[in-house]
């Protein structure tokens, strides 16, 4: 396997790259999304992929591959969302795309702290267990959000939204290397 590293530049531009097009094809309409709207977005997507798991199968041919990426995309918006709120609407693309890089930078540095201490244990992770935690992730922001509260314990809503997206380079990572997403 590469470095995870290497791994988490490969699948963010992949991210990033389809970010860009979408952005292309139908200018910045996320961006306009309000907070509750990322987060159920995320869970919806989340919900799709612990289904298709559950149920070994899937109806609609979008790949999970692709859901992980989206849910890759949503986090970064979402946390740029949670930065600066009403100022999102008002930037120019080049300047969400900077920031989106900023997001993804302070992401890749979280994922290296992390896997210092924790030894790299997502790889010795069922994609459907990284599932999980995203999915407690989201609706922990869910609760945050319709409190409107959170301890440092808890961790904040830019927190939980960054183990997403770094949970979700790990599943792209591990489907790469030919695990199966429905273990």
């Known amino acids: 396997m590469e470095k995870t590293i290497d791994l988490h530049k490969k699948f963010t531009k992949i991210a990033k790259d389809i970010y860009s097009q979408k952005e292309r094809d139908y200018g910045q309409s996320m961006k306009h999304y309000r907070n509750k709207t990322f987060n159920s977005q995320l869970e919806i997507k989340l ?11 899937m109806q609609v041919k979008d790949s999970l591959e692709s859901e992980f990426l989206a849910l890759l995309n949503y986090s970064v918006i979402g946390i740029l969302r949670l930065q600066i709120d009403a100022e999102l609407e008002k930037l120019s693309s080049v300047k969400v795309s900077e ?23 997502w790889k010795m992770q069922p994609i459907s267990a990284l599932s999980d935690f995203m999915y407690s992730k ?6 945050i959000l319709k409190t409107n509260t959170h301890s440092d314990l808890s961790g904040s809503p830019v927190e939980q939204y960054m183990d997403v997206i770094n949970y979700s380079v790990f599943c792209l990572a591990l489907i790469a290397e030919g695990v199966n997403p429905m273990d």
């Not at 919900?47 to 798991?53: A, H, K, S």
């Not at 290296?112 to 244990?121: H, I, S, V």
């Not at 989201?138 to 609760?143: A, F, G, Q």
């Open 138 to 143: 989201v609706i922990r922001v869910k609760e």
């Open 99 to 121: 920031m989106y890089d900023k997001v993804i930078a302070d992401a890749q540095e979280l994922m290296e702290k992390k896997n210092a201490d924790y030894g790299e244990a």
């Open 47 to 57: 919900l799709r992929i612990r289904t298709i798991q559950d149920k070994r199968e």
